[in-house]
């Protein structure tokens, strides 16, 4: 009866030690995803070239070259990318990533980006862009990236101007 008993007690301390121990390696796995955003640098993007393809009276479809950087030692991959566009500090137009894209560690890829353009919001800007070589754009939106750690959402601002 003894030997029962010391069985049934060293069993429930073994199944207890086990359970502090997968509690202790959960607790380090979560605290080592909260950190991930420490140890994770944003990607940057950089606009190369605009292509410009008229599709009807109406609208224009223009696509975006964009570099983006990953200054990280790991790779990233980028789930979601939606944006909007601004010349002269107006919005054009707006457009959406539809596939997904990896980007290797500390390199740069080139992303070509679709944008879809009404005529009518590019009246004023048409006039600038015509006019004077110096024209303000800025290109911001949001990405999700997925790493090694998890997914987060970034959002990003970009600009410069068109010589």
């Not at 596939?99 to 390199?107: L, M, N």
Request: contains cysteine; glycine residues 6%; charged residues 25%.
């Amino acid at each position: 009866m003894d030997n029962f008993i010391d069985n049934v007690i060293r069993s429930s301390y073994s199944f207890a030690m086990k359970k502090r121990y997968l509690i202790i390696f959960g607790g380090l796995c979560l605290l080592l995803l909260s950190c991930a955003g420490w140890m994770m640098e944003e990607p940057s993007v950089q606009l190369r070239r605009v292509s410009l393809h008229p599709r009807s009276l109406t609208e224009i479809h223009l696509v975006l070259d964009l570099d983006v950087q990953n200054p990280n030692r790991f790779d990233l991959t980028i789930r979601s990318f939606q944006y909007k566009l601004f010349l002269n500090e107006r919005e054009i137009g707006s457009g959406r990533l539809e596939k997904e894209v990896r980007i290797p560690a500390d390199s740069a890829v080139r992303v070509q980006t679709p944008v879809v353009a009404g005529f009518k919001n590019w009246n004023e800007s048409l006039r600038a862009v015509i006019a004077d070589k110096n024209i303000p754009y800025r290109i911001e939106g949001e990405a999700n990236v997925r790493t090694i750690f998890g997914s987060r959402n970034y959002t990003f601002s970009k600009g410069g101007k068109i010589d």
